[in-house]
């Protein structure tokens, strides 16, 4: 590949839970990219590397779940020995549900009329 230059590859699924392995075409872009790395000692070094992305959509893992507790891993065996995780899920809108409940409650209370009864005077 040239600078600059990008590609669109392939990307491959694999579920250890049900050892299937799905592909995915034109999810991944690679690009050849110049790369101007700090070293410790203060110096720099320029190299050539190759930075991907890649966008999958949630609907294509489909032995995963959006609850807590899952684990995505991104892994290549043929670049790198190692593996980025991503763990997580869903907490739903509960939590944030019940804490806008209190505010509201709250608020009411401490601000609204409710505490004097001069609202049940000026209805008669």
């Given amino acids: ?10 990307l491959g699924i694999y579920n250890s839970k049900t050892d299937k392995y799905e592909k995915l075409d034109d999810h991944v872009a690679v690009t050849k990219k110049k790369i101007t790395q700090k070293m410790g000692d203060g110096s720099t ?3 050539e590397g190759y930075l991907f992305e890649c966008a999958v959509p949630l609907s294509e893992l489909k032995e995963s ?3 807590p507790g899952q684990t995505i891993a991104l ?3 043929n670049l790198w020995t190692g593996q980025i995780n991503a763990s997580g899920g869903s ?6 549900a019940v804490v ?3 505010i509201a409650i709250f608020s009411a209370y401490k601000y ?3 505490k004097s009864k001069s609202w049940r005077n000026n209805t008669k």
């Fill in 1 to 10: 590949m040239n600078e600059g230059q990008v590609k669109l590859v392939t």
């Fill in 45 to 47: 070094v320029t190299g």
């Fill in 65 to 67: 779940s959006n609850m």
């Fill in 75 to 77: 892994a290549n065996k």
């Fill in 91 to 96: 907490t739903k809108p509960i939590i944030l």
């Fill in 100 to 102: 806008g409940l209190l």
């Fill in 112 to 114: 609204g009329n409710c």
